[in-house]
């Protein structure tokens, strides 16, 4: 087994978790094993001397998910690898942070792993380089490639494959974007890494339900974080535009509706500043109003908040801030509005078109990409040299009206009723997890009404029946399609339970392109509907009798919203992909939708009136961004 190690960077939240993606990004891409430091520095979330004593450091599995974590990344606690549990005392100790300065010696737990460890390559710059500083990229094999070379622009490659020794250490200087830093390969290859590593700075699920305790509080809100403290000093510049009370009335203004609750997350402790705005707003909270979790500490203060504005309407924050890039980041990996290239400090529009239409590393022309230069939708994956939302790559087209409903013949629903009534429906599907994009707990994009832990029962079908279903229906749906397919997933019967959802979504696109639904049995008086949309999102419910069988095409957005009503719905589901089908064309597509209103607020193009005599320049809303329009 090889190893990555590293220190992480010793600052505050979220410019540690930046360091972390990092460290799980090159693990992702070397297919070394990462270990995870025994307990890491967050500036101003803990008490105490801070940097120089170990007894204030934290716990990271206390705020991130490690279950979710370690079944993405291969990870190892500190204390599980035998060369570095036995060292342990040995190679910690103070050592020197970025600059010379006495109140930058920081204690790190590998600060000496180099003089304890033969089998060691040591990555490390000088004490006043980052990664972010540094502009270099790592990668795990030589590429010849085009794309390569674009990505690189004239950076310094490392190349991980070339080293051999046991254990990669890096100490306290991944400090960057891992997704500009670390190359794991083509656009393709792009999207797989950032869709795993975006999700594995998840928060543990105990700061969501903290607050779905705050939620009904909040009501419908609007939220900002209004960085002020350190800015004032080293971004004197970019803090002009909210430096005064009346300033920041004016700009908030401009971004917030007065009648919309707003939640304020602020390090401004002088609560006065806030009185011109607490006038003209008609609800206006901070995190102390909650008086319930004054206990929190510091740290948990400040993820809590960071859930609490991740889930507003309409969030913006301080540009240049990482505490409000990671709230966008976390925004736009649940579909919401995140616009990471504006904030209350800064309004500039002009590159808005470059930097959603070219990658950074082709865009900017000094070869170098600072972190605190947030115009990247980290969360938005690549397609053909633009950033791009999964939900808006269209599914291929067989059908103007892409489901079709019919009766199963009927020998074959007589074969299928017969092995279904021997069947017991013993196995309990309950494998939840929290999933964002709905905002719920689910197990297979199943939620319950009132249930943290969702489940359905699911009995398997013989061979023989799969066979014969596949058999008979293969040219049906073949002929409604207009093209040749090849049978690609089957389930056995799914039996649904008393007040059950199943989320909006699209299906997988390597097994699930053409479907069927054959409709089993049911113990309700209300017909289940199927919730389907069309290619032009037109919404249309389908409703099941005995024997029939729905063909649809199953990367159009479908579920049952509905919750359902009665004792169990039952369903067999089976799966085609076009025998031509070239599945990396639209692998980046798979997606899920929260609501009714999410599909219709992201299709559906709202027209604005602007007023003729008004010239004064206008933020209006529209969809899931802002956008900027002159008035003219």
């Known amino acids: 087994m090889k190893y990555i190690t590293f220190g992480p960077y010793r600052a505050g939240l979220v410019n540690v978790l930046l360091s972390y993606e990092v460290a799980f990004s090159l693990a992702y891409i070397t297919g070394r094993t990462l270990v995870i430091p025994p307990r890491t520095y967050f500036a101003n ?36 690898v035998p060369e570095l549990k036995e060292k342990k005392s040995e190679m910690g100790g103070i050592r020197h942070g970025y600059g010379e300065r006495e109140s930058n010696e920081k204690f790190s737990y590998t600060a000496y792993i180099q003089d304890h460890i033969d089998d060691l390559h040591l990555l490390e710059w000088d004490p006043n380089t980052t990664l972010s500083s540094k502009q270099v990229v790592f990668a795990n094999q030589e590429y010849s490639t085009i794309d390569f070379t674009n990505f690189v622009n004239g950076r310094e490659v490392i190349d991980l494959s070339n ?29 797989e890494m950032k869709n795993v590593v975006n999700k594995c700075i998840k928060y543990r699920k105990r700061f969501y ?21 350190d800015f004032l ?30 939640y304020i997350s602020t390090d401004e402790s002088n609560k006065a500043f806030f009185n011109d705005v607490l006038q003209e ?26 859930v609490i504005c991740s889930k507003a309407q309409f969030f913006f924050g301080t540009f240049a801030s ?44 000094s070869k170098s990409w600072r972190w605190f230069d947030s115009y990247h939708p980290q969360w938005l994956p690549e397609k053909k040299g633009k950033y791009t939302d999964a939900r808006n790559i269209k599914p291929p087209v067989y059908n103007k009206v892409p489901f079709l409903k019919g009766k199963l013949p009927g020998p074959l629903h007589k074969a ?15 494998d939840c997890s929290y999933r964002e994009e709905y905002d719920a707990i689910t197990t297979a994009a199943i939620s319950q009404v009132g249930s943290s832990k969702p489940f359905h029962y699911k009995d398997n079908i013989s061979l023989e029946l799969m066979n014969r279903v596949y058999k008979e229906l293969t040219p049906a749906i073949s ?154």
């Open 209 to 229: 339900e903290l607050f779905q305790q705050v939620k009904p509080t909040l009501g419908k809100y609007n939220a900002v974080h209004i960085r002020r403290t």
């Open 233 to 262: 000093n080293v971004r004197k510049d970019d803090m002009s535009s909210v430096n005064t009370p009346s300033k920041l009335k004016d700009v908030l203004l401009k971004f917030f509706d007065t009648n919309t609750t707003l």
């Open 322 to 365: 990482t505490y409000t890039k990671r709230i966008n980041v976390m925004r736009g990996l649940e579909n919401r509005q995140s616009d990471d290239d504006l904030g209350i400090n800064k309004f500039d529009f002009t590159e808005r078109e470059n930097f959603l239409s070219a990658l950074p590393w082709r865009w900017n022309e």
């Open 281 to 306: 707003y008609q609800d206006v909270y901070f995190f102390h109003d909650f008086e319930e979790y004054s206990h929190l500490s510091k740290l948990e203060t400040a993820v809590l908040e960071q």
């Open 416 to 430: 299928i009723i017969d092995e279904y009534n021997q069947m017991k429906f013993e196995e309990v599907i309950d």
């Open 479 to 632: 002929t409604w399609s207009g093209t040749p397919l090849k049978k690609a997933w089957a389930y056995g019967v799914r039996s649904y339970t008393p007040n059950s959802i199943l989320h909006l979504h699209r299906d997988r696109c390597d097994t699930h392109v053409l479907s069927c639904i054959i409709f089993v049995d049911q113990d309700s008086e209300v017909n289940w509907p199927l919730d389907f949309y069309d290619h032009e999102y037109k919404h249309h419910q389908v409703k099941f009798e005995p024997g029939d069988v729905l063909f649809y095409e199953s990367l159009c957005v479908h579920g049952r919203a509905t919750p359902f009503e009665g004792k169990y719905y039952r369903n067999m589901y089976f799966h085609w992909t076009p025998k031509d089908w070239v599945k990396e064309e639209y692998r980046d597509m798979r997606c899920a939708f929260k609501d009714d209103e999410e599909i219709r607020n992201l299709y559906t193009k709202s027209k604005i009136d602007l007023d003729d005599e008004d010239d004064d320049d206008s933020y209006l809303f529209a969809t899931n961004s802002l956008v900027y329009r002159k008035r003219t």
């Open 163 to 191: 080293i051999d020794d046991k254990f990669i250490h890096f100490e306290s200087n991944l400090f960057g974007n891992y997704w500009y830093s670390v190359y794991p390969g083509d656009e393709h290859k792009r999207n």
């Open 45 to 80: 979330g803990i008490t105490g001397e801070g940097y120089k004593n170990p007894d204030n450091f934290l716990d990271i599995w206390s705020i991130l998910d490690k279950e979710y974590v370690t079944s993405k990344i291969n990870c190892v606690d500190f204390d599980d």
